[in-house]
């Protein structure tokens, strides 16, 4: 069967990078929703606690009930679950939400510093406090999230400003309502790397723990490694005549005799379709034509291939980004790590 590998080293060689730019692991935050970007949360989850992080970001409550054991914190970004937890954190994405959560639930209020999605409004703040303050919830950080932190744009200068702005009213309506101090956080990974002398209170970081941050211009970024590596292995061999057509549509014709095998790996476990025809593999083996639901055919007779150890590289076959060719991945397929 097609199976992932996950390099330990690498990982711990990202997280020490991201530690030096936020000068402590404690504040690092690790994302890791959507199955750790496909990597397989519980297998990410019990190496960042062997590094020593204690922080996590997950996308829902049953997430986090998957890797509560592994963290001290764990923020979560879009749920609404009534019973309050002593180590998970609910976001307020919006002021109608405020009034769902129950008393005692801890939650951190997402404000909207310019990219339009989630988060409060900026005026809104005080009157947020206030509903916070009556529904008897535990404030404990604000926090934003950048639009284009990888993107050389106006955009992100601006967001810095106004979340600049938002954490000095946020401050002042915290001691109004006797809250305790807040914590702040704005960074993603491409904000942290771009981020001369950070000095918030959290960084939540995703892709640039699993070593695929693309980001011109940093150094650091440069010197992460790609954590997982995807391989499949031979189904069949066989020899294709010059002329003779391989897979669905027939569209790969051969130009001369060769070895073509067919490999247990198909978009139906993740390997994007729009990989197809095009596709080479970090060993320069060439597909041969259609990616198929649970298969499909490359140019050699190896019994087994490595598919990418880079997804970045792999994105660009697909016209895509290395988000989206690992958490593609889906959970069935077997993770080791090494
Ligand atoms: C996914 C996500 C992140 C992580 O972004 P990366 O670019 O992978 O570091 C951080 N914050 C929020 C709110 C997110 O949704």
Redesign the pocket.
Same mark, same amino acid.
């Given at each position: 069967m097609a199976y992932i590998t996950l390099n330990k080293n690498n990982f711990f060689n990202n997280l020490s990078i991201i530690a030096k730019l936020t000068k402590t692991k404690d504040k690092i935050a690790l @994302?890791l929703?959507d199955n750790a +970007?496909g990597h397989g949360i519980l297998e990410m989850a019990a190496m960042a606690k062997e590094y020593g992080i204690t922080k996590a @970001?997950v996308r829902n409550y049953a997430e986090a009930k998957q890797i509560e054991d592994f963290f001290e914190y764990i923020l979560v /970004?879009a749920d609404v679950v009534k019973e309050p937890n002593k180590k998970i954190r609910y976001t307020i994405n919006d002021i109608e939400a405020i009034t769902q959560f129950a008393k005692g639930t801890k939650v951190e209020l997402k404000v909207d510093t310019g990219m339009c999605r989630n988060g409060i409004m900026i005026h809104e703040l005080e009157d947020a406090f206030s509903v916070i303050k009556e529904q008897g919830l535990e404030l404990e950080a604000v926090f934003t999230?950048h639009s284009s932190?990888?993107e050389d744009n106006k955009y992100f200068d601006l967001q810095n400003k106004n979340f600049k702005k938002v954490k000095e009213k946020a401050s002042l309506l915290a001691k109004k309502h006797a809250f305790s101090p807040l914590r702040f956080h704005s960074c993603?990974? $491409?904000a942290l790397f771009r981020t001369q002398n950070f000095d918030e209170d959290i960084a939540? &970081?995703? &892709? $640039?723990a699993y070593g695929c /941050?693309e980001l011109e211009n940093s150094l650091y970024a440069k010197r992460l490694q790609a954590v997982l590596s995807l391989y499949a292995k031979r189904i069949s061999v066989r020899t294709v005549k010059k002329g003779e057509c391989v897979g669905y549509g027939a569209a790969f014709t051969s130009e001369l005799a060769c070895k073509i095998s067919n490999y247990d790996i198909g978009y139906g476990d993740g390997f994007l379709r729009s990989c197809s025809h095009h596709f080479i593999t970090p060993d320069k083996i060439q597909i041969a034509g259609r990616i198929s639901m649970d298969n499909s055919s490359f140019i050699t007779d190896k019994k087994e291939i490595l598919i990418f150890d880079d997804a970045k590289e792999s994105a660009k076959f697909a016209a895509t980004i290395s +988000?989206e060719v690992l958490t593609a991945l889906k959970e069935k397929i077997e993770r080791k790590i090494i």
């Open positions: @994302v929703k +970007y @970001v /970004l999230h932190a990888d993603n990974s $491409a939540r &970081i995703g &892709i $640039a /941050l +988000y």
